[in-house]
Antibody, heavy 118, light 110 residues
Framework: EVQLVESGGGLVKPGGSLRLSCAAS????????MNWVRQAPGKGLEWVSS????????YYTDSVKGRFTISRDYAKKSLYLQMNSLRAEDTAVYYC???????????WGQGTLVTVSS | NFLLTQPHSVSESPGKTVTISCTRS????????VQWFQQRPHSAPTTVIY?????PSGVPDRFSGSIDRSSNSASLTISGLKTEDEADYYC?????????FGGGTKLTVL
């Protein structure tokens, strides 16, 4: 079965760190760009970061540049998001999402909730 | 970068047809494919349209997508509305360095 399973969410204090993971299965992980997309409570979808199939090209939305780092491990077929200097406004459900072809989001995980609060 | 603008909400009766628009603020709508996602309450998004007008397997043919270069917009049309279609719908496109989502449209089937 083709699927993405996120983990690593939780409650963290402002200024803290958290590492999200996304385990991929059922498809050739190395052939697809991957993304993190978040959704704040009651709000719409917001693209956070992307990494190309080769890992060469990495992009971030402006609000997380310098604080978040996306990476991927081909042996483990996993995607990661290292989140540092977390703020209250980073509170959201974080989704792992796979491109069909570059730029075209197609497959979604079930999401993991990150809550930044003191 | 560019923006994708959607109506905040639409409503229609069961059995009818509804169209949700997605207007690109700059650059041509035809320069990058548009995807559409359905998100039911408390669930993850799922893809209902990709590459402007393609349906994933399992998505009923009541769902269709199109683009209109004259209005620089994409549209999602759902015909024969069912109560189960009630959800939030998001369009998505991209450029060289980012993915862009529309703000979402809440579809009410009443």
């Amino acid at each position: 079965e083709v699927q993405l399973v996120e983990s690593g969410g939780g409650l963290v204090k402002p200024g803290g760190s958290l590492r999200l993971s996304c385990a991929a299965s059922g498809f050739t992980f190395s052939s697809h760009a991957m993304n993190w997309v978040r959704q704040a409570p009651g709000k719409g979808l917001e693209w956070v970061s992307s990494i190309s199939s080769s890992g060469t090209y990495i992009y971030y939305t402006d609000s997380v540049k310098g604080r978040f780092t996306i990476s991927r491990d081909y042996a483990k077929k996993s995607l990661y998001l290292q989140m540092n200097s977390l703020r209250a406004e980073d509170t959201a459900v974080y989704y792992c999402a796979r491109d069909l072809n570059t730029g075209m989001i197609y497959l979604w995980g079930q999401g993991t909730l990150v809550t930044v609060s003191s | 970068n560019f923006l994708l603008t959607q109506p905040h909400s639409v409503s229609e009766s069961p059995g009818k047809t509804v169209t949700i628009s997605c207007t690109r603020s700059s650059g041509s709508i035809g320069s990058n494919y548009v995807q559409w996602f359905q998100q039911r309450p408390h669930s993850a998004p799922t893809t209902v349209i990709y590459e402007d007008n393609q349906r994933p397997s399992g998505v009923p043919d009541r769902f269709s997508g199109s683009i209109d270069r004259s209005s620089n917009s994409a549209s999602l049309t759902i015909s024969g509305l069912k109560t189960e279609d009630e959800a939030d719908y998001y369009c998505q496109s991209y450029d060289d360095s980012s993915r862009v989502f529309g703000g979402g449209t809440k579809l009410t089937v009443l």
